[in-house]
């Protein structure tokens, strides 16, 4: 589904990318783990289209399509989802209605027919009980005055009803307490299946334990440095990050 | 027509009004004279003063636009009926070129204790309840143009709230200018008094018939009592031809509150001075502004708050688009008095930048002589955040829908504060169409 390689990137000039290669299959989900600063939420804004991000240096094949040549429009109706790390407040514009041209938008592209407002409705209402979030908040504008938590409930909650075919999760984990953590467990589970991949981006192994992943990888100075299954995690949960970066320092010469 | 031309031929005007008004108590004569006098003395501005730097009015003294003359002009009253905001019943005025005009009017029942009538007439009937407010709240050194409208002025609005009285319903003032064979000059004059403890809704609507170039030269005057509260929207969507100079005066007694709303959506050059003077204890002002331009369409905006008292509060609040290769001028001046200890000035100014080819200028003037107060301001010539861009555009949202939203966004903020909802929701659908965002605004009413 999702083939990496060689991926460079910067930003305002300074390589944060440095390697990238990865490889993800339909039905997998991989968790992406790293220190701070080791490039993790700038893969995740690659792969998504952010401008601010230049690639350098490599390619990203997606379903048989060169991704980067995308506009992030494009990447969304092709099926691929960024649930954000700081989603941003958007006033005027009302939550529900970019939910609805967002899906349509997605279902046209896939050539199904576009929901009424009716059929969309209940599909959200279905979908809002796995994130328990206030339906209040559908009529509000976009992330405007949500809570940390509210913020996050409500991109898991984009992530439900959009049903994407690559999920990208950007750190949606951290600031949250355990209820708020179960919540985008669940949108995750939920979401899973043989023609879904899933991508957790995260610095704590704390998610990983109400997610199951396929494969964990290590991310250290804008390369995979280590990659393994779920045991990864707990090592790493155990040891920290700074025996992978030793250890891969000197074979990277 | 050059400068020296422009100015003789009005200073001709003017002297030939001087003879049509022997019959006119001498303090209204003397009130023209003086107008006379500063504009002989002034002129026209030019970029050379400091305050007109970067609006040139040389469009406006080159045309050599010709004061109206009164009468319906032949305006069908349905024509007018799109200006009218729906649910929102109103006391109506409509002003012909300046004139008040009592056909196209529906002013409706009046409570005991309010006047409101076209100034003429009121200048004819009750000069004595008018003369100790005209043209006292116009400072000394005004510029020509106010100047002009001084001198030459022929009608406009006369409302006089009398102690204590209370309007239920809004008074809509709709200024209209047609097409006329030479270009017309058009220059209400309005006076507002509101004694202690009154309180109303005026709303000054400029709009045009037809697509004539013309020229509307407009001087208002608010007294606002004692603990009088007045609620002031300038509604401007005058035609793409259109020049407009605006003069707001406003005086506030103690407790008065004044609140203003100025809307350009509109107009080829536009120049608003606002200027108001919280005069006593416990005043307060506050000014929205919203300016939403492209082509080569040019607003200036001139606020000028004067704290001369204690304990007053104002709030400005000014925002801008432009598109295409308009400019803006925004110049907020806020002093603030030796006496007027414990005042509390807030100032913001926001400029949203769409083309590489728009320009807006953004002075915060702050002169602060009193020591204990609380005075920011901030002002700020920018993008569309790249951040919010990107997430719509990460939900499938396509660049350019995505930008008219934000930018739709950003311009609705300053709506959000009028507090009349049907005049809210017009100028929002006005707005969303001018932005280009109208189906979606009708999409989103949908789901609600």
Same mark, same amino acid.
């Given at each position: 589904m999702l083939s990496i390689k060689n991926l460079h990137a910067s930003v305002d000039g300074k390589p944060i990318l440095k390697g990238v290669n990865l490889e993800v299959k339909s039905g997998e989900v991989h968790a992406i783990m790293g220190p701070n600063g080791s490039g993790k939420s700038t893969l995740a804004n690659v792969l998504a289209g =952010?401008?601010?991000?230049?690639?350098t240096a490599g390619e990203v094949i997606y379903q048989d399509r060169n991704?980067?040549?995308?506009p992030p429009e494009e990447r969304a109706r092709q099926g691929m989802f960024l649930a954000f790390q700081y989603p941003v407040e958007i006033p005027g514009v009302s939550n529900i209605y970019l939910l609805k041209s967002a899906l349509n938008a997605i279902r046209k592209s896939q050539n199904l027919p576009e929901l009424d407002a009716m059929d969309f409705l209940e599909l959200v209402k279905d979908r809002m009980k796995l994130v328990e979030?206030?339906?209040e908040l559908l009529y509000?504008?976009?992330?405007?005055?949500?809570s940390g938590g509210e913020k996050k409930r409500n991109e898991i909650l984009q992530m439900a009803v959009l049903e994407p075919k690559l999920a990208i999760l950007d750190?949606?984990?951290?600031?949250?307490?355990i209820d708020a953590l179960q919540v985008v467990a669940r949108g995750v589970n939920v979401l899973r299946s043989p023609e879904r991949a899933i991508i957790l981006v995260t =610095?704590?192994?704390?998610l990983l334990n109400y997610i199951e992943p396929d494969r964990v990888h290590v991310l250290v100075d804008g390369r995979i440095a280590r990659s393994g299954d779920k045991t990864l995690a707990y090592e790493l949960e155990k040891h920290g990050y700074g025996w992978i970066a030793q250890e891969s320092a000197p074979a990277t010469v | 027509m050059n400068p020296n031309a422009a100015k003789e031929t009005y200073l001709d005007a003017m002297g030939a009004a001087e003879k049509r008004l022997a019959g006119a108590p001498s303090w209204l004569r003397e009130l023209r004279q003086g107008g006379a006098a500063r504009f002989a003395e002034v002129g026209f501005p030019t970029p050379r003063d400091e305050e007109w730097?970067?609006?040139?009015v040389t469009p406006i003294v080159q045309t050599g636009f010709k004061p109206a003359a009164g009468g +319906?002009?032949?305006?069908?009253p349905a024509r007018l009926e799109g200006f009218w905001f729906e649910n929102l019943p109103s006391h109506r005025l409509v002003f012909v070129n300046g004139h008040y005009s009592e056909k196209l009017s529906t002013p409706g029942m009046w409570p005991t204790g309010v006047t409101v009538m076209g100034l003429a007439e009121a200048l004819r009937n009750q000069a004595h309840r008018i003369e100790p407010y005209l043209?006292?709240?116009?400072?000394?050194?005004?510029h020509g143009f106010a100047a002009l409208n001084m001198a030459l002025f022929a009608d406009g609005a006369y409302i006089h709230l009398g102690r204590g009285t209370r309007l239920a319903w809004p008074i809509h003032l709709l200024y209209v200018t047609t097409g006329a064979a030479d270009p017309v000059l058009s220059q209400p004059r309005n006076l507002v008094v509101a004694e202690e403890d009154s309180q109303a809704v005026l709303i000054e609507n400029y709009v045009a018939v037809g697509e004539a170039s013309y020229f509307t030269n407009a001087l208002t005057e608010v007294a606002v009592g004692p603990q009088a509260l007045i609620e002031h929207y300038r509604l401007q969507e005058e035609g793409a031809g259109a020049y407009h100079i605006g003069g707001l005066h406003v005086h506030l007694d103690c407790d008065g509150r004044f609140t203003a709303h100025g809307i350009d959506l509109g107009g080829r050059l536009v120049r608003n001075d606002l200027r108001s003077v919280l005069?006593?204890?416990?005043a307060e002002c506050h000014l929205n502004g919203l300016y939403v331009l492209g082509g080569r369409q040019h607003v200036d905006n001139h606020t000028h708050i004067d704290h +001369?008292?204690?304990?007053g509060t104002s709030r400005e609040f000014y925002k801008g688009v432009l598109d295409g290769r308009s400019r803006a001028v925004f110049h907020g001046r806020v002093v603030v008095r030796p006496?007027?200890?414990h005042t509390d000035a807030q100032q913001v100014n926001n400029n949203l930048l769409l083309s590489r080819d728009a320009e807006a200028d953004t002075k915060p003037q702050l002169e602060i002589y009193a020591d204990d107060v609380k005075c920011a301001h901030g002002a700020t010539v920018g993008q569309l955040d790249p951040d919010a861009m990107f997430y719509l555009r990460s939900r499938a949202v396509d660049e350019a829908a995505a930008r008219d939203l934000l930018t739709y966004a950003f311009a609705r903020d300053v709506l959000r504060?009028?507090?009349l909802e049907p005049v809210r929701s017009q100028l929002e659908r006005n707005l969303a169409v001018k932005l280009r965002v109208a189906a979606l605004l009708q999409a989103q009413e949908v789901l609600q």
């Open positions: =952010h401008e601010h991000y230049e690639v991704l980067l040549e995308l979030m206030s339906e509000r504008s976009v992330n405007e005055g949500f750190e949606t984990d951290s600031g949250l307490d =610095h704590y192994q704390r | 730097k970067y609006t040139d +319906a002009n032949g305006v069908d043209g006292r709240y116009v400072p000394e050194k005004i005069d006593a204890e416990g +001369a008292k204690p304990r006496d007027a200890q504060r009028l507090r």
